[in-house]
């Protein structure tokens, strides 16, 4: 019985000491461009600002699910960042999030809700929610209809 308490304490503490040293701070590493959708405050116990980012892509919306990011709490120079994510949500600004993911160091959701924390945001793009706002030539463009394109594919397998 001793033997068996034993090789059990012994299994858990391998299994510990292997999770505390997977854990990385820095498990990757990158940028994402796109508009601000929702950006704000939130948590029961611990308050944390968190948002998503519309992705794009060659000046055009993707219709991929958006990137969740959060600012860390663990910094204590977040306003610049919160204010600037703000007004690019408000705004309507393409932006350039670099960010990092955390692996295995937030457990609890204290930091925020997302893995992945901001470092730096760079606006690439103050027009780019009106293309048409400051037209050359003097005249102001503005947009007279939207199309919708509805692709049925029933239509393709009839013979």
């Given at each position: 019985?001793?033997?068996i308490?034993?090789?059990?304490?012994?299994?858990?503490?391998?299994?510990?000491?292997?999770?505390?040293?997977?854990?990385?701070?820095?498990?990757?590493?990158?940028?994402k461009v796109?508009?601000?959708?929702?950006?704000?405050?939130?948590?029961?116990?611990?308050?944390?600002?968190?948002?998503?980012?519309?992705?794009?892509?060659?000046?055009?919306?993707?219709?991929?699910?958006?990137?969740?990011?959060?600012?860390?709490?663990?910094?204590?120079?977040?306003?610049?960042?919160?204010?600037?994510?703000?007004?690019?949500?408000?705004?309507?600004w393409?932006?350039?999030?670099?960010?990092?993911?955390?692996?295995?160091?937030?457990?609890?959701?204290?930091?925020?809700?997302?893995?992945?924390?901001?470092?730096?945001?760079?606006?690439?793009?103050?027009?780019?929610?009106?293309?048409?706002?400051?037209?050359?030539?003097?005249?102001?463009?503005?947009?007279?209809?939207?199309?919708?394109?509805?692709?049925?594919?029933?239509?393709?397998?009839?013979?």
């Open positions: 019985m001793k033997m308490r034993l090789a059990y304490r012994l299994f858990l503490f391998f299994v510990v000491s292997l999770t505390m040293v997977s854990c990385s701070e820095n498990y990757s590493r990158g940028e796109g508009t601000v959708i929702e950006f704000a405050q939130s948590g029961l116990i611990w308050d944390s600002w968190d948002g998503r980012l519309n992705l794009t892509q060659t000046g055009m919306n993707t219709a991929g699910e958006p990137f969740t990011f959060s600012l860390d709490n663990d910094r204590d120079d977040q306003q610049p960042l919160v204010d600037l994510l703000y007004q690019a949500q408000i705004e309507g393409k932006i350039k999030i670099k960010y990092h993911k955390v692996m295995g160091w937030n457990w609890f959701g204290n930091r925020g809700r997302s893995d992945y924390f901001v470092d730096e945001v760079t606006v690439l793009d103050k027009d780019f929610a009106n293309p048409l706002r400051n037209v050359k030539g003097g005249r102001e463009g503005h947009i007279i209809d939207t199309v919708y394109v509805v692709i049925d594919k029933s239509e393709l397998f009839k013979k």
